[in-house]
């Protein structure tokens, strides 16, 4: 009788522990960015959100990664696809990388951090975990506008209590021969680089 009973709660153990593997949410990922995190002119496998993707499986089983770059994407723009982009993948952590455009076109550096607060409000109300990444802008733009879209990013990362990477692309902008002729985007052998940099920010957001 004793032994039916231990194997009667052995097997019952089994079954909570395969129910629960059945039942445990997927572990998503989302990358909401711009021409920067969507390849621009080079193959998408060699974009560093997709080598991510291929790191996370070797190194962090069971997380998928939704890239919901678009190239030209505005903060406004983001913010307005994120709502729907929660509600449909549920993800655990989001990665915003935007802004650039805004700076690009000189717009409102206010618009812009409103709209940023609101992306990190609304990921972090549905549960996620954000990492905030910032962006330079090109010497012409001039030294005030160019703080100014720095302290954008400090400010919110303060605030919001969010992780946050000064620059994407630290180590690999100022190198001709890993950006692009545009002088604004990487090449594919710079990728690699850039998701160097934005690994450790990231991984301890995975646990």
């Known amino acids: 009788m004793r032994r039916f009973l231990c194997l009667l709660v052995l097997l019952c153990g089994i079954g909570?522990?395969?129910?629960?593997?059945?039942?445990?949410?997927?572990?998503?990922?989302?990358?909401?960015?711009?021409?920067?995190?969507?390849?621009?002119?080079?193959?998408?496998?060699?974009?560093?959100?997709h080598l991510l993707e291929v790191r996370l499986h070797d190194m962090e089983p069971g997380w998928t990664?939704?890239?919901?770059?678009?190239?030209?994407?505005?903060?406004?723009?983001g913010r307005n696809r994120l709502p729907a982009l929660l509600a449909q993948y549920h993800p655990r952590v989001?990665?915003?990388?935007?802004?650039?455009?805004?700076?690009?076109q000189g717009l409102s550096?206010?618009?812009?951090?409103?709209?940023?607060?609101?992306?990190?409000?609304?990921?972090?109300?549905?549960?996620?975990?954000?990492l905030l990444l910032g962006i330079e802008l090109p010497v012409n733009y001039g030294?005030?506008?160019?703080?100014?879209?720095?302290a954008?990013?400090?400010?919110?990362?303060?605030?919001?209590?969010?992780?946050?990477?000064?620059?994407?692309?630290?180590?690999?902008?100022?190198?001709?021969?890993?950006?692009?002729?545009?002088g604004l985007h990487p090449v594919a052998a710079g990728e690699p680089l850039v998701l160097d940099t934005v690994w450790p920010q990231l991984k301890p957001l995975l646990n």
């Open 16 to 49: 909570v522990v395969q129910s629960s593997a059945r039942g445990a949410a997927p572990k998503h990922l989302l990358v909401l960015g711009d021409s920067l995190s969507a390849a621009h002119n080079i193959p998408v496998e060699a974009g560093w959100v």
């Open 65 to 77: 990664v939704i890239n919901a770059s678009i190239s030209g994407e505005t903060s406004l723009s």
């Open 94 to 104: 989001v990665v915003i990388e935007l802004g650039a455009n805004d700076g690009l």
């Open 109 to 130: 550096l206010a618009n812009l951090r409103g709209n940023l607060a609101a992306m990190i409000d609304a990921a972090q109300h549905a549960g996620a975990k954000v």
């Open 143 to 150: 030294p005030q506008y160019r703080d100014g879209l720095r």
């Open 152 to 182: 954008v990013y400090a400010d919110l990362a303060r605030e919001k209590h969010t992780a946050w990477l000064p620059f994407l692309l630290q180590g690999v902008a100022l190198n001709p021969a890993l950006m692009q002729e545009d």
